[in-house]
């Protein structure tokens, strides 16, 4: 047998998932990954194409919210653990349409949590034999943590002051998730992480639409006074502390994950720009094509984690600045687009 171990994760044909199945499956030979994703508009089996042949990765398409399906697949692949990344994460369609939201983030991550502790346990704090080193690790967002001043970062014991429906959706699936773990004694983890950038990332977000608008000649949309700011994770550093946190997490604990690389969205458009008038040239800058917008509603100031925690307590550090992480995202949506 190839594999000793099977792992159920959830939208892995999105962004962050596409990313971590080919590092996972390179790091753990002796793993097999089972990925339940429904293929909404944001996920993309082009994604893993890479992985397609691989004897250790299984697609299934279907709901998070269909708990036959989910009971199904723990059963038929002897799920031994579950890392959960499927969840509605676009801030502007969640308040176009928060139901959604309400209904694959929390009552999807019910589910899954649910079937795990059913098929993983006897009853609260006592787990099937067998079955003691099973571990549910969901993947959270820095969003659930509500807004900062100039100053100060979210840390794991910033109180919860979610301020869209996206992120009031993903802050009830954490609370999910930590209520499993001290009324039933499950084994889970919680990562936090910031705003993540990098290859495979849906058109729609803030990094690949400068990209796309820059080289289609259109304006570049940038929300009110583009002085909104974020801490930026490259994707590939986020997924070695995915793994990480899964492995070497302590069980019921949450864990920050951040780039340490605040920039506001203002920055980020001249910076893309800047890169493209070095890599494809024009007869004018691309910065010429930036263009304020309205403003969206409810539109957090300011984001910025603190990852002390995940680096002291499990030595992970991000690999990537934005500086470089930036060059080689608008060298894989050049290589896309073009």
Same mark, same amino acid.
């Given at each position: 047998m190839p594999y000793t171990k099977s792992i159920l994760v959830t939208g892995c044909?999105?962004?962050?998932?596409?990313?971590?199945?080919?590092?996972?499956?390179?790091?753990?030979?002796?793993?097999?990954?089972?990925?339940?994703?429904l293929l909404t508009y944001a996920g993309n089996l082009d994604n893993l194409a890479e992985v397609d042949d691989n004897e250790r990765y299984v697609f299934?398409?279907?709901?998070?919210?269909?708990?036959?399906?989910?009971?199904?697949?723990?059963?038929?692949?002897?799920?031994?653990?579950?890392?959960?990344?499927?969840?509605?994460?676009?801030?502007?369609?969640s308040i176009k349409n928060p139901g959604v939201f309400v209904e694959t983030n929390v009552n999807g991550t019910f589910t899954l949590i649910d079937v795990a502790y059913k098929t993983w346990m006897e009853k609260p704090f006592v787990w099937k034999e067998g079955y003691e080193a099973c571990r549910f690790h969901h993947i959270s967002t820095d969003?659930?943590?509500?807004?900062l001043g100039e100053e100060g970062l979210f840390t794991e014991s910033t109180p919860y002051a979610p301020n869209s429906p996206y992120s009031a959706s993903k802050a009830s699936s954490d609370m999910i998730v930590r209520a499993y773990h001290h009324t039933y004694g499950m084994n889970t983890?919680?990562?936090?992480?910031?705003?993540?950038?990098g290859p495979?990332?849906?058109?729609?977000?803030?990094?690949?639409?400068?990209?796309?608008?820059?080289? $289609? @000649?259109?304006?570049?949309?940038?929300?009110? *006074?583009?002085?909104? +700011?974020?801490?930026? %994770?490259?994707?590939?550093?986020h997924c070695k502390g995915i793994d990480l946190a899964y492995h070497e997490g302590i069980s019921g604990e949450t864990y920050n994950i951040g780039g340490r690389n605040e920039r506001n969205n203002l920055y980020i458009a001249h910076k893309i720009c800047e890169i493209l008038?070095?890599?494809?040239?024009?007869?004018?800058?691309?910065?010429?094509?930036?263009?304020?917008?309205?403003?969206? $509603? @409810?539109?957090?100031r300011r984001y910025?984690? *603190?990852?002390?925690? +995940?680096?002291?307590? %499990?030595?992970?550090?991000?690999?990537?600045?934005?500086?470089?992480?930036?060059?080689?995202?608008?060298?894989?949506?050049?290589?896309?687009?073009?």
């Open positions: 044909a999105g962004f962050i998932g596409s990313n971590f199945v080919p590092y996972f499956l390179e790091q753990y030979p002796h793993y097999r990954i089972v990925n339940l994703d299934v398409q279907g709901d998070i919210c269909d708990r036959a399906l989910v009971e199904s697949l723990f059963e038929q692949y002897a799920i031994c653990g579950v890392i959960h990344f499927a969840a509605e994460s676009h801030v502007d369609n969003e659930v943590y509500g807004t983890v919680v990562t936090n992480c910031s705003n993540n950038y495979k990332q849906h058109d729609e977000k803030l990094i690949p639409t400068i990209i796309r608008k820059a080289l $289609a @000649g259109q304006k570049i949309p940038i929300y009110g *006074d583009g002085k909104n +700011i974020r801490d930026w %994770l490259y994707v590939l550093d008038d070095t890599l494809k040239p024009k007869a004018t800058s691309y910065q010429e094509q930036i263009a304020f917008v309205e403003d969206r $509603a @409810g539109h957090d910025a984690i *603190d990852a002390t925690k +995940i680096e002291t307590k %499990l030595g992970w550090s991000a690999e990537e600045n934005f500086e470089s992480g930036i060059v080689k995202t608008v060298e894989w949506y050049l290589r896309k687009y073009n």
